[in-house]
């Protein structure tokens, strides 16, 4: 087992207090999950500070820390500067530099990273790969499955993880990286073989500031000291950006016309979604997907690149993607006999919802859309209206609670609608039951129809104030449906 001397070896600018002898069996960020023998590290967040947790910690048997200053109490520690910043490089030390043993591919984008990293996982498998999957909706490998708490684990969580998985046999892993994740230094001490970035469009400005620091925080995936190839999708003007400035090597995929995977010819048939992907400017190839939209042709393209960079073989590719298994919560149809289409999906950017509204236009061009949407509680309130104007685009918009939390889910819905106000739309419906909002979609859906229940996806929880209770959209919609089958 390393002891604290040895932790000092990895941060050796840190200032070392008391026995360096003490074995480390464990590094945390969090009080609340500190195991006897572990090391704790301490953070000042924007909640709480981490130092005012560490008479928790030592309860809780931590045997050393790493803070931010000295603390008085008779504990080894190392003090740095910035936790956050010291902490990457020594857990990815203490648990051996897991990420140099595999083949490690981490997605970031604003939107399309949790389906990607599912396209990708579905071809490794296929090849004979021993995959790990980290991101929104799990984190598995093997028999191992464990529902995420984030889209990027902490740094000791993602380090233990990977090295779980290193243990395990695990070969090759897909990862999504937020852009939170990259400024909160979680990847700090990851090493990628390729960095994906799907696209960009504005989302967690409350917390990035502006567009320019979303991006450039996004952009830090593609440092040639973390990451050693890129593929970059060409579907908005930063990916265009980012192709042009990053330092490793790159591939682009997407619709613009010098995209190295450039997709044309995008259909749907029955199965899902059929495209082309020109390879290379020569190269056709046509590939399906079981899934819908023309944002899930990019997905699949990104897909395409990641698997050819590795080295996997074409016709595995084609059976990778065609065989794919339904990711959770997106585009996910609900069939339970009605005559009219009804599907579960996560869009919850503006960009996403009205890529999402055009397909289903695309998919049933003789019938309606009808819409269910609201928009998160504590989350992203700056993106509120811009929400509201895409679904205004809906034929009927449905505005409704979506996990307010502590807020008022009037008052959210009131953002959305301010959004509206100078939009031509054709009718808009507020039901702040979120159950009822859908029940009422499906109530008014007449064959044709195309009911879009969004921004929950696969989450099956729901807050209100402080009482959470379960809530899955899937099965609220099918529940919907069979009453309404039966009168
Ligand atoms: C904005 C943001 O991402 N904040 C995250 C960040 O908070 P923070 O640095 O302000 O820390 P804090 O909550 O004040 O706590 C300070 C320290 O005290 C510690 N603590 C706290 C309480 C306690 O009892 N004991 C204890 O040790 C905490 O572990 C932490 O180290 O670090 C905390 C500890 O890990 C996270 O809980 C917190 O996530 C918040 C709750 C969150 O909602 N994050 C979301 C936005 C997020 O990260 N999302 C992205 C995906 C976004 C997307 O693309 O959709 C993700 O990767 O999941
Ligand atoms: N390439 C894309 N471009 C635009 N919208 C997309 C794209 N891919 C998926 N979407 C839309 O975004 C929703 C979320 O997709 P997905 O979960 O793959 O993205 P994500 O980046 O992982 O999102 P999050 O970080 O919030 O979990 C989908 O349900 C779909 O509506």
Redo the contacts with the bound molecule.
């Keep these: 087992m390393l002891t604290l001397r040895d932790l000092h070896g990895l941060v050796p600018s840190a200032r070392l207090v008391g026995d360096p002898s003490v074995a480390i069996a464990d590094i945390t960020?969090?009080?609340?999950s500190v195991s006897p023998g572990a090391m704790f590290c301490a953070?000042?967040?924007?909640?709480?500070?981490?130092h005012d947790?560490v008479s928790d910690a030592i309860a809780r048997g931590a045997v050393a820390l790493l803070v931010q200053h000295e603390v008085a109490l008779d504990i080894p520690q190392l003090v740095v500067p910035s936790v956050r910043h010291a902490i990457g490089g020594l857990v990815a030390g203490f648990f051996g530099r897991p990420s140099e043993r595999l083949d490690l591919v981490g997605i970031t984008g604003t939107n399309g990273k949790t389906t990607t990293s599912y396209f990708i996982d579905s071809i490794l498998s296929l090849a004979g790969r021993r995959t790990g999957l980290i991101g929104t909706i799990e984190a598995r490998f093997g028999d191992s499955n464990r529902p995420s708490m984030?889209?990027?684990p902490?740094a000791p969580e993602l380090h233990r993880l990977l090295r779980q998985m290193v243990d395990d046999g695990v070969d090759s892993v897909v990862m999504e990286v937020?852009?939170?994740?990259i400024d909160?230094h979680r990847i700090d001490g990851t090493s990628f073989r390729i960095g994906v970035f799907t696209n960009l469009s504005p989302e967690?400005l409350d917390?990035h500031g502006t567009i320019e620091q979303y991006y450039a925080a996004k952009a830090q995936l593609f440092l040639p000291e973390r990451t050693k190839q890129a593929v970059i999708g060409t579907d908005t003007e930063w990916g265009v950006r980012l192709a042009t400035q990053v330092r490793i090597p790159a591939v682009t995929y997407g619709p613009a016309p010098f995209s190295d995977y450039r997709v044309e010819d995008v259909r749907y048939d029955e199965y899902g979604t059929i495209f082309t992907v020109v390879v290379g400017g020569r190269r056709r190839w046509r590939l399906r997907v079981p899934i819908y939209g023309i944002h899930n042709a990019y997905n699949a393209a990104a897909a395409v690149a990641v698997a050819e960079a590795l080295g996997i073989e074409g016709d595995t590719i084609e059976r990778g993607l065609a065989e794919c298994h339904q990711v959770a919560g997106r585009f996910q149809r609900i069939d339970a006999g009605q005559p009219f289409t009804v599907v579960v999906d996560y869009a919850h950017t503006p960009d996403s919802l009205r890529a999402l509204i055009a397909t289903a236009r695309a998919l049933s061009p003789k019938g309606r859309v009808i819409l269910v949407a609201g928009a998160r509680g504590r989350r992203d309130r700056l993106k509120r209206p811009e929400l509201g104007r895409a679904a205004a685009t809906a034929d009927v918009a449905i505005l409704t609670a979506d996990n307010p939390g502590d807020e008022d889910p009037g008052e959210i819905v009131a953002q959305l609608l301010a959004g509206t106000l100078d939009v031509d739309h054709k009718q808009i419906i507020v039901e702040l039951d979120r159950r009822g909002a859908i029940g009422h979609a499906i109530e008014i859906a007449e064959e044709s129809d195309v009911v879009l229940i969004v921004g929950r996806g696969h989450e099956q929880t729901f807050r209100v104030g402080q009482t959470v209770y379960r809530l899955d959209d899937r099965e609220a919609a099918r529940e919907a449906i069979l009453a309404k089958l039966a009168r």
């Design positions: 960020l969090d009080s609340r953070t000042r967040g924007s909640r709480f500070d981490g947790f984030f889209t990027t902490e937020s852009s939170h994740g909160q967690h917390y």
